[in-house]
């Protein structure tokens, strides 16, 4: 579905803005139904996992264990999950079922973009800010010229892409602050293990948070914490604070008094 690096030759070299328009309709009736479901990249970003840890009703190391194995978001050197496929003949999703997707409301944003690719993902213009896209042409799929033309921004709101993009907004910034800077300058290991964290295991980072030294060092009010207990995206709000200020020394969170002078910060 979301086209491997050795298959970039199915990315369409054009370069599509919200305004462009597309048509594609896919449908059970197709011949190729599900055939995008098999040998598929899915990197999974941190809505994702939220939404599908809580479905499951896992903690998210387990599903990321379970579920995940581990790919680079391309000209960061950032850590991404990437969806397990099946080690079946086909190398099928995980979820696929004889009726398609079993998990079809919550699933991935990879999958709800399919036939458009993400330009930030893609070496298409590495310096960009902004968010554009390509049309992912994989032999097997028939639904290209299908259906009505509409443009790439309604695409993307008629698959609950831009409500899930709101949530991982701060991810987004992060990567792409992480690309202008470019890969010359490598990432520590455990600046990327923060990030991963952060990022995509919520359940553990609520744990750093409530278990470990944080609330020593950074004062953090009580009604984000309140809110940030329970509600995973309030928490993912809070990661995102923690590694902008951590990364990048953003004033979006405050060290304790105690704390504010010289390297004292150890966060494990
Ligand atoms: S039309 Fe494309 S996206 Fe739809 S089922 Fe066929 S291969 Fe998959
Ligand atoms: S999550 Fe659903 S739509 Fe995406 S590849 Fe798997 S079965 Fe297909």
């Known amino acids: 579905m979301f086209a491997p690096k050795d298959r970039q ?22 011949s190729c139904f ?5 040998e598929a990249h899915i990197i999974l970003t941190p809505a994702d996992i939220i939404k599908l840890k809580n479905k499951f009703n896992m903690d998210s190391s387990e599903f990321l264990y379970i579920y995940t194995g581990l790919g680079t978001i391309e000209n960061t050197e950032l850590p991404v999950p990437v969806l397990k496929m099946k080690e ?3 190398k099928s999703c995980p979820f696929l079922v004889k009726e398609g997707c079993a998990i079809y409301e919550d699933r991935p944003l990879t999958c709800r973009y399919y036939p458009l ?3 930030m993902f893609y070496n298409l213009d590495s310096s960009s800010k902004e968010n554009f896209f390509a049309i992912i042409k ?38 792409l602050r992480r690309k202008s800077i470019g890969t010359f300058i490598p990432i520590p290991e455990k600046t990327k293990q923060m990030f991963f964290m952060g990022c995509y295991n919520i359940d553990a980072f609520r744990r750093f948070v409530f278990e470990s030294k944080f609330l020593d060092i950074y004062e953090i009010k009580n009604s984000v914490l309140d809110n940030a207990k329970t509600d995973d995206y309030e928490m993912l709000k809070l990661s995102i604070d923690w590694l902008r200020f951590t990364f990048f020394g953003d004033p979006v969170i405050t060290l304790k008094e105690q704390y504010v002078e010289g390297d004292m910060v150890e966060n494990d």
């Open 9 to 30: 030759e199915v990315i369409v070299p054009v370069r599509l803005d919200e305004s462009s328009p597309i048509a594609f309709q896919c449908s059970n009736e197709l």
């Open 34 to 38: 599900t055939k995008c479901c098999r």
């Open 88 to 90: 079946d003949a086909d």
């Open 117 to 119: 690719a993400s330009g």
């Open 138 to 175: 994989e032999p097997h799929c028939m639904g290209h010229d299908l259906g009505e033309e509409v443009t790439v921004k309604e695409w993307m709101n008629t698959q609950g892409i831009s409500v899930l993009e709101k949530i991982n907004k701060g991810w987004t910034e992060l990567i």
